[in-house]
Every structure is written in structure tokens, then in C-alpha cells.
């Protein structure tokens, strides 16, 4: 990894210390994107050959993000993640999202409202959390990841981050340890995928 994209390096940080032996490239599932490239922690590993699902709410930001990252694969939304209008397994199960190496949220009211629609079933290499200052849902939030098999790693500067398998020798029986729980998926992928598909169809055009 050449550049950091990140705040404070935390992209830079997670690739020296978790990723730099990695031989292929991963995927991410970025919420609370930005603009994609200012303050973002996906970035630098698109640049690597990554790609994934890349989230951020309508506005201005997401225009901007549509013109950055509308390439190499990722499948890019508006939709409200954590709400009922975007119920986070939904949107995995809408992408085919089998599992994930790193998992970025970040510029969010509410973490552990989005911790809480995550379908557990699929599995997270990695995970880095900016919780938001005034947060108040900090410990529910880590509650929901160790019960759910996942280790406190480090925080660094203002994010957590917490670690799950190797995910590049990921053999489908565990990620780290017994008592992982299954949520199962919610209903309303059809939904998802529909919002998913106009999406492509309106960047499409835009494109032409």
C-alpha cells in the first residue's frame, strides 16, 4: 500500500498489520463512505484490486461519491443502512455478500442499530469502527461483536478496531471460536436488490 486514505492512517495501519501478506485481493463494505475519497478507509485498498459494497446517505456526498468510486466492481447505494428502509442483512443478501475482509462504519448516529440488523452468518475478517462522539450505544455495540465471536484488537486514534478470521484461508466452519450466534437474514432482499439495480441503471446512463 502506496497512499492513506484514511483520517489517521487507519488503512495504512490495518494493511501493515493484518493485510500485507495477503496474495488476493478482498472485499469491503464501507458505510458512511463520504465523498469516498477524503477521510476514507476503502480507498487505498481499491487501489489493490479490493472492491465491495460502498454506502453513504443521499446528499451531496453521495453525488460526489458516485462520480469517485463508480468502478472496479463496487456496487454503490443511498440507502439508509440501520433504518427500516435499509436493513443491513437485506443488503448483503442482495449483493451475494458471502463474506467480508474488512468492514469500515464510520460518520454514523448509530452503530449498534446497524450491528444489530448484521447477519451474523457471514463472516468479517476485520472491522473498524468511528463511533460517533455523542454515541451513547458504544458498549451495546461491542456486546454485539463479542457475542458474535469477534476480538478487540486496538483502538486507533479515534476508531476500534476488531478482528474476526483470515479470511483468505476461510474454510467455512468457524471464525474464531465456538458461540458464534446466527441471526437469520431478513425478508425484504428483493426490495434491496431492486433499489440496488436502479441505482446501476440511472449510473448507467448518467454514464453515456
Do not use: C
Request: charged share 25%.
Amino acid at each position: 500500500m502506496k497512499d492513506s486514505y484514511s483520517k489517521n492512517g487507519e488503512d495504512l495501519f490495518i494493511y501493515e498489520q493484518i493485510f500485507s501478506k495477503r496474495t488476493k485481493p478482498g472485499i469491503y463494505v464501507d458505510l458512511g463512505a463520504g465523498d469516498g475519497f477524503n477521510n476514507n478507509n476503502t480507498l487505498a485498498f481499491e487501489k489493490m484490486g479490493w472492491n465491495g459494497i460502498i454506502q453513504e446517505e443521499p446528499g451531496d456526498l453521495f453525488e460526489e461519491l458516485k462520480n469517485n468510486r463508480y468502478s472496479n466492481g463496487n456496487k454503490i447505494t443511498d440507502i439508509p443502512v440501520g433504518t427500516s428502509k435499509g436493513i443491513l442483512s437485506d443488503i448483503l443478501t442482495a449483493t451475494n455478500t458471502q463474506q467480508i475482509d474488512l468492514f469500515s462504519i464510520q460518520n454514523k448516529v448509530s452503530i449498534a442499530n446497524i450491528l444489530e440488523q448484521m447477519d451474523w452468518k457471514v463472516p468479517v475478517g476485520v472491522w473498524i469502527l468511528t463511533f460517533n462522539k455523542t454515541e451513547d450505544s458504544k458498549d451495546r455495540a461491542r456486546k454485539l461483536l463479542k457475542n458474535n465471536g469477534y476480538t478487540f484488537y486496538t483502538q486507533f486514534h479515534g476508531s476500534e478496531i476488531w478482528l474476526g478470521s483470515d479470511l483468505e484461508n476461510y474454510n467455512g466452519e468457524t471464525r474464531i471460536e465456538d458461540g458464534n450466534k446466527e441471526v437469520p437474514a431478513k425478508t425484504t432482499a428483493l426490495r434491496v436488490l431492486l433499489l440496488f439495480a436502479l441505482t446501476e441503471l440511472i449510473l448507467n446512463i448518467r454514464k453515456q
